[in-house]
């Protein structure tokens, strides 16, 4: 997608936005080497933005059921299925803006922002329900806090993050357990637990730690007779595989293994819905196996695009492509 259209995306009115959106969608196939450089501006550092990530300030409770709900709403957050419509389409996830429960200085959806970092969430090309047909972006919230700075009280965020899911993300509505985890997740999170460090190397390890930690969320979900949650959290799961394999695209070996264990995972979803007794023992050998998995892409990382030269290759190669 050129600057051009963007720009044209912006100032236009809704029609024409969502008719840039829908361009940007196809585009983004051929042209973008990670699917999320097309929802960042133009003028963003791709190694800056993609080599690392915003470290998250989350404080896990010590009681087994309220760390369980933190741990059901973090993969949650990371889940494009949990939105509907557009969003879902293009795998948007609430992490999308809110990087690692954060904010994104980087962010502009076509149509859906104004100046970089902000998002209009109560825009018609997200939600048949919510569209108030004014484009009013808003700056995205840290949703750590500091509390002062921050609109909703911690009471009134079920009902808050229902209304995005539903009304303005077309949505399904989401299993209760989902709905109370994403609640959990967001009053989880605060200055007085963020690490020394802004930023953390993304790497594939970072992504299969989140994949595990989904994965084991699931597990009790199931083990509770939660199946939709415990479903959706294996497709948090799966979505993280899928943030891996866009990065190892040229290399055909890691994308069998990773495909290989994505097609588990899928097998595991299915075990869940028939509530079959094995599925416990899958995910546990599949835990025990992602082991491996990890071994052989950290062997090959240094020629996948977790490698900041190389992602910055692959997305040079892109703006020569890119129409003008
Ligand atoms: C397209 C970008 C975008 C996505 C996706 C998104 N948000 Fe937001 N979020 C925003 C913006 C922008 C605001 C500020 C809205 C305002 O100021 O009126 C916001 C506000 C919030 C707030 C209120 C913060 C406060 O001030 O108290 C919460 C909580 C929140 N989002 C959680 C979520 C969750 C959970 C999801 C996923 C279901 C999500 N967001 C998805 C952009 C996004």
New binding site residues.
Partial sequence: MDRRRRRTGALAGLALAAAGFLAAATAAEVAQPLQALHWVTPDADPVATFASQPTECLHTPADPAAAQAVEVGRA??RTPL??GGQ?ARVS???E???RSGRGNPE?Q?PG?SGAPG?????LSL?SSHRGNGVHD?????D?SGPRD????APDQ?PA??RG??VEE?D?REPPPAVLAG?AA??RALSPGACPAEARAPLRPATLLADARRALTAADRAYAAGDRPTAILMVAAARARLGLIDERYKALPAEVARLRAADTRLTALQQAMREGRADASTDLAHWLRDSRRLEAALAAREAASLFNPTRLKAAANRRLLLKPT
Avoid: E, M, N
């Fill in positions: 949650a957050f949990l939105l969003a948007l996830t609430c999308s803006c809110h962010f959806f859906a902000t998002a209009d969430v109560t997200f972006p808003r700056p995205i919230p949703l700075r921050l609109k909703v965020l808050f993050i995005l899911i993300f949505g994403l997740y967001v």
